[in-house]
Antibody, heavy 123, light 108 residues
Framework: EVQLVESGGGLVQPGRSPRLSCTTSGFTFGDYTLNWVRQAPGEGLEWVGFIRSLAYGGTTKYAASVKGRFTISRDDSKSIAYLQLNSLKTEDTAMYYC???????????????WGQGTFLTVS | SYVLTQPPSVSVAPGQAARIACGGNSIETKSVHWYQQKPGQAPVLVVYDDSDRPSGIPERFSGSNSGSTATLTISRVEAGDEADYYCQVWDGSSDHVVFGGGTKLTVL
Protein backbone atom coordinates (compact mmCIF):
# COMPACT_ATOMS: atom_id res chain seq x y z
CA GLU A 1 0.00 0.00 0.00
CA VAL A 2 1.26 3.44 -0.95
CA GLN A 3 1.54 5.67 2.10
CA LEU A 4 2.77 9.15 2.90
CA VAL A 5 2.97 10.17 6.55
CA GLU A 6 3.78 13.72 7.57
CA SER A 7 5.27 14.64 10.91
CA GLY A 8 6.93 17.54 12.66
CA GLY A 9 3.98 19.87 13.12
CA GLY A 10 2.92 21.43 16.39
CA LEU A 11 3.13 24.78 18.11
CA VAL A 12 6.11 26.94 17.23
CA GLN A 13 6.97 30.57 17.84
CA PRO A 14 7.33 33.11 15.05
CA GLY A 15 10.84 33.19 13.67
CA ARG A 16 11.60 29.60 14.58
CA SER A 17 12.72 27.00 12.01
CA PRO A 18 11.05 23.61 12.29
CA ARG A 19 11.38 20.85 9.74
CA LEU A 20 8.48 18.75 8.53
CA SER A 21 9.03 15.22 7.29
CA CYS A 22 7.12 13.11 4.79
CA THR A 23 7.90 9.45 5.31
CA THR A 24 6.79 7.26 2.43
CA SER A 25 6.37 3.57 1.68
CA GLY A 26 4.87 1.25 -0.90
CA PHE A 27 6.39 2.77 -4.02
CA THR A 28 9.74 3.62 -5.62
CA PHE A 29 10.27 6.99 -3.96
CA GLY A 30 13.13 8.02 -6.21
CA ASP A 31 10.96 7.91 -9.32
CA TYR A 32 8.57 10.63 -8.20
CA THR A 33 8.24 14.37 -7.78
CA LEU A 34 6.97 15.25 -4.30
CA ASN A 35 4.87 18.30 -3.55
CA TRP A 36 3.94 20.10 -0.36
CA VAL A 37 0.50 21.69 -0.15
CA ARG A 38 -0.89 23.64 2.81
CA GLN A 39 -4.32 24.69 3.97
CA ALA A 40 -4.90 27.43 6.50
CA PRO A 41 -7.92 26.96 8.79
CA GLY A 42 -11.11 27.53 6.83
CA GLU A 43 -9.21 28.31 3.65
CA GLY A 44 -8.48 26.58 0.37
CA LEU A 45 -5.52 24.54 -0.79
CA GLU A 46 -2.27 26.40 -1.42
CA TRP A 47 0.61 24.83 -3.30
CA VAL A 48 3.86 25.34 -1.35
CA GLY A 49 6.44 23.78 -3.64
CA PHE A 50 7.84 20.63 -5.17
CA ILE A 51 11.05 18.70 -5.62
CA ARG A 52 11.65 16.70 -8.76
CA SER A 53 13.22 13.29 -8.82
CA LEU A 54 17.00 13.18 -9.02
CA ALA A 55 16.65 11.89 -12.58
CA TYR A 56 15.36 15.38 -13.39
CA GLY A 57 17.93 17.18 -11.33
CA GLY A 58 16.07 17.20 -8.03
CA THR A 59 15.06 20.76 -8.88
CA THR A 60 12.78 22.66 -6.56
CA LYS A 61 10.14 25.33 -7.10
CA TYR A 62 8.26 27.36 -4.54
CA ALA A 63 5.19 29.52 -4.27
CA ALA A 64 5.96 33.22 -4.04
CA SER A 65 4.56 33.32 -0.49
CA VAL A 66 7.27 30.98 0.82
CA LYS A 67 10.16 31.43 -1.61
CA GLY A 68 13.34 32.26 0.25
CA ARG A 69 11.94 31.01 3.58
CA PHE A 70 11.01 27.37 2.89
CA THR A 71 13.26 24.66 1.47
CA ILE A 72 12.25 21.23 0.20
CA SER A 73 14.74 18.38 0.14
CA ARG A 74 14.68 14.63 -0.28
CA ASP A 75 16.59 11.60 0.96
CA ASP A 76 16.00 8.84 -1.55
CA SER A 77 17.90 6.33 0.59
CA LYS A 78 15.27 6.77 3.31
CA SER A 79 12.26 7.53 1.06
CA ILE A 80 11.66 10.75 2.98
CA ALA A 81 10.95 14.27 1.81
CA TYR A 82 11.48 17.31 4.02
CA LEU A 83 10.09 20.80 4.28
CA GLN A 84 12.39 23.17 6.14
CA LEU A 85 10.49 26.23 7.31
CA ASN A 86 12.46 29.34 8.23
CA SER A 87 11.43 32.80 9.39
CA LEU A 88 7.97 31.57 10.26
CA LYS A 89 5.06 33.99 10.37
CA THR A 90 1.68 33.58 12.03
CA GLU A 91 0.13 33.33 8.57
CA ASP A 92 2.06 30.09 8.00
CA THR A 93 -0.33 28.39 10.42
CA ALA A 94 -1.86 25.59 8.38
CA MET A 95 -2.23 21.90 7.75
CA TYR A 96 0.72 20.80 5.66
CA TYR A 97 0.22 17.93 3.24
CA CYS A 98 2.80 15.92 1.35
CA UNK A 99 1.65 14.58 -2.01
CA UNK A 100 2.93 12.23 -4.68
CA UNK A 101 2.98 13.67 -8.17
CA UNK A 102 2.09 11.40 -11.09
CA UNK A 103 3.96 13.55 -13.56
CA UNK A 104 6.22 11.92 -16.12
CA UNK A 105 9.46 13.28 -17.52
CA UNK A 106 9.73 15.72 -14.63
CA UNK A 107 6.57 17.55 -15.66
CA UNK A 108 4.28 18.04 -12.64
CA UNK A 109 0.84 16.54 -13.03
CA UNK A 110 -1.91 15.24 -10.75
CA UNK A 111 -1.40 14.42 -7.08
CA UNK A 112 -2.63 10.87 -6.72
CA UNK A 113 -1.67 10.15 -3.13
CA TRP A 114 -1.85 12.51 -0.15
CA GLY A 115 -0.69 12.13 3.40
CA GLN A 116 -3.04 12.83 6.28
CA GLY A 117 -1.26 16.12 6.97
CA THR A 118 0.53 17.64 9.92
CA PHE A 119 -0.78 20.81 11.53
CA LEU A 120 1.59 23.65 12.27
CA THR A 121 0.56 26.49 14.55
CA VAL A 122 2.75 29.57 14.55
CA SER A 123 2.03 31.64 17.64
CA SER B 1 1.05 34.33 -12.37
CA TYR B 2 -1.61 31.96 -13.62
CA VAL B 3 -4.97 32.17 -11.90
CA LEU B 4 -7.78 29.61 -11.66
CA THR B 5 -11.24 30.89 -10.76
CA GLN B 6 -13.97 28.75 -9.22
CA PRO B 7 -17.42 29.72 -7.92
CA PRO B 8 -17.44 29.66 -4.11
CA SER B 9 -20.50 27.47 -3.94
CA VAL B 10 -22.80 25.25 -5.97
CA SER B 11 -26.05 23.73 -4.74
CA VAL B 12 -27.91 20.82 -6.28
CA ALA B 13 -30.76 18.50 -5.38
CA PRO B 14 -30.08 14.79 -4.93
CA GLY B 15 -30.26 12.89 -8.19
CA GLN B 16 -29.51 15.96 -10.29
CA ALA B 17 -26.24 16.84 -12.00
CA ALA B 18 -23.74 19.26 -10.46
CA ARG B 19 -21.37 21.23 -12.65
CA ILE B 20 -18.39 23.01 -11.13
CA ALA B 21 -16.48 25.42 -13.34
CA CYS B 22 -12.80 26.29 -13.25
CA GLY B 23 -11.81 29.28 -15.34
CA GLY B 24 -8.35 30.17 -16.54
CA ASN B 25 -6.68 31.85 -19.49
CA SER B 26 -6.43 29.29 -22.32
CA ILE B 27 -7.02 26.55 -19.79
CA GLU B 28 -7.79 24.18 -22.64
CA THR B 29 -4.04 24.04 -23.31
CA LYS B 30 -3.39 22.66 -19.83
CA SER B 31 -4.16 19.40 -18.07
CA VAL B 32 -6.72 20.01 -15.36
CA HIS B 33 -7.06 17.87 -12.26
CA TRP B 34 -9.87 17.85 -9.70
CA TYR B 35 -9.85 17.01 -6.00
CA GLN B 36 -12.62 16.31 -3.54
CA GLN B 37 -12.11 17.26 0.10
CA LYS B 38 -14.52 16.34 2.86
CA PRO B 39 -14.32 18.02 6.28
CA GLY B 40 -11.38 16.87 8.34
CA GLN B 41 -9.95 14.76 5.53
CA ALA B 42 -7.13 15.05 3.04
CA PRO B 43 -8.08 15.81 -0.57
CA VAL B 44 -8.75 12.93 -2.96
CA LEU B 45 -8.07 13.00 -6.69
CA VAL B 46 -11.35 12.43 -8.56
CA VAL B 47 -10.47 13.47 -12.13
CA TYR B 48 -7.07 13.90 -13.78
CA ASP B 49 -5.89 15.05 -17.18
CA ASP B 50 -9.18 16.84 -17.82
CA SER B 51 -11.43 13.79 -17.97
CA ASP B 52 -9.81 10.61 -16.67
CA ARG B 53 -10.90 8.93 -13.46
CA PRO B 54 -8.58 7.18 -11.00
CA SER B 55 -9.53 3.66 -10.09
CA GLY B 56 -12.21 3.55 -7.44
CA ILE B 57 -13.82 6.84 -8.43
CA PRO B 58 -17.45 6.38 -9.54
CA GLU B 59 -18.33 6.92 -13.20
CA ARG B 60 -20.67 9.68 -12.01
CA PHE B 61 -17.59 11.92 -11.86
CA SER B 62 -16.48 13.31 -15.21
CA GLY B 63 -14.58 16.26 -16.54
CA SER B 64 -14.19 18.39 -19.63
CA ASN B 65 -11.95 21.23 -20.71
CA SER B 66 -12.57 23.70 -23.50
CA GLY B 67 -11.69 27.29 -24.23
CA SER B 68 -11.26 29.14 -20.97
CA THR B 69 -13.25 26.82 -18.72
CA ALA B 70 -12.77 23.33 -17.34
CA THR B 71 -15.79 21.65 -15.79
CA LEU B 72 -16.24 18.89 -13.26
CA THR B 73 -19.60 17.20 -13.63
CA ILE B 74 -21.09 14.97 -10.98
CA SER B 75 -24.15 13.17 -12.31
CA ARG B 76 -26.88 11.78 -10.08
CA VAL B 77 -25.54 13.63 -7.06
CA GLU B 78 -25.71 11.87 -3.70
CA ALA B 79 -25.56 13.26 -0.19
CA GLY B 80 -22.09 11.77 0.17
CA ASP B 81 -20.80 14.01 -2.64
CA GLU B 82 -21.15 17.07 -0.44
CA ALA B 83 -17.61 18.41 -0.15
CA ASP B 84 -15.19 21.07 -1.33
CA TYR B 85 -13.85 20.63 -4.85
CA TYR B 86 -10.61 22.09 -6.17
CA CYS B 87 -9.19 22.31 -9.68
CA GLN B 88 -5.43 22.30 -10.24
CA VAL B 89 -3.02 22.75 -13.13
CA TRP B 90 0.69 23.04 -13.75
CA ASP B 91 1.65 26.33 -15.36
CA GLY B 92 4.57 25.52 -17.61
CA SER B 93 5.60 29.14 -18.12
CA SER B 94 6.31 29.64 -14.42
CA ASP B 95 6.90 25.97 -13.56
CA HIS B 96 4.46 26.40 -10.72
CA VAL B 97 1.43 24.41 -9.60
CA VAL B 98 -1.81 26.36 -9.22
CA PHE B 99 -5.01 25.54 -7.34
CA GLY B 100 -8.38 27.13 -7.82
CA GLY B 101 -9.98 28.71 -4.79
CA GLY B 102 -12.34 25.80 -4.27
CA THR B 103 -16.08 25.26 -4.60
CA LYS B 104 -18.31 24.05 -1.81
CA LEU B 105 -20.90 21.63 -3.16
CA THR B 106 -24.09 21.53 -1.13
CA VAL B 107 -26.62 18.77 -1.68
CA LEU B 108 -30.02 20.18 -0.88
Amino acid sequence: EVQLVESGGGLVQPGRSPRLSCTTSGFTFGDYTLNWVRQAPGEGLEWVGFIRSLAYGGTTKYAASVKGRFTISRDDSKSIAYLQLNSLKTEDTAMYYCTRDTGLLGRPDAFDVWGQGTFLTVS
Amino acid sequence: SYVLTQPPSVSVAPGQAARIACGGNSIETKSVHWYQQKPGQAPVLVVYDDSDRPSGIPERFSGSNSGSTATLTISRVEAGDEADYYCQVWDGSSDHVVFGGGTKLTVL
